[in-house]
C-alpha cells in the first residue's frame, strides 16, 4: 500500500537545474525521515538529503548543502531543488523513508533504516 514515486530526472548539462518529486501514499505513521539516495556509476548508495515529516528539519551531506535544497510544500510530497549541479552528481536518485526517525545525520547515513523505496529517477549531468 506504501508508494513512492520520484519523478523530474533527466539529462542537464553541468551549472543547470534539475527539480525532483517524491509523491507519497500510504505513509500513516506520524514520523518519517524522507530522504534521497543517490546511486553514482560503481559508486555506492549514499544519502543525499532529507526532511522530518513532523517538524520540517532536514539536512543535506556537505557536498550538496550549498546547491540542494530540500522541502515539502504538500503533505504528501517532497521535493529535491538541484541548483549548479555537476557531473559527479550524475546517478540514480532514489526517494525513501524511514518510519519513527528524524531527520539527522546519522539517519541520512544508515540506508537499512528506510523501510521503503521508490523506483528511482535517473539523473546524468554532462556536457
Known sequence: QVQLVESGGGLVQPGGSQRLACATSGLTSKAY???????????????????STEDGSSYSKDSVKDRFTISRDNPNTIYLQMDNLKPEDTGIYYCAAAENYYCTAPVLSDAGLYDYWGQGTQVAVSS
Open 33 to 51: 525521515s524522507i530522504a534521497w539516495f543517490r546511486q553514482a556509476p560503481g559508486k555506492e548508495r549514499q544519502g543525499v538529503s532529507c526532511i
